[in-house]
């Protein structure tokens, strides 16, 4: 099974950016800037399903763009 994003997402968000592990999005809300990173996996809708080293490279991605901010 491949990935597709959420469709509430998708409505409401615009993409910015593929990362390794994730897709950065940015909120389509001009009040805050908010950007989430979404790992591309299917089934996974938490942090806790996310194997070991892939929590590992989105705590990278998240700290990568948490910097370039």
Avoid: C
């Amino acid at each position: 099974m491949s990935f597709i994003l959420h469709p509430r997402l998708e409505a409401d968000t615009v993409p910015v950016k593929q990362l390794g592990l994730s897709r950065l999005l940015l909120m389509n809300d001009a009040t805050w800037p908010w950007l989430i990173l979404v790992p591309e996996h299917p089934d996974v809708s938490e942090i806790h399903q996310l194997g070991p080293a892939e929590r590992m490279v989105l705590i990278e991605e998240i700290a990568y763009v948490s910097e370039t901010m």
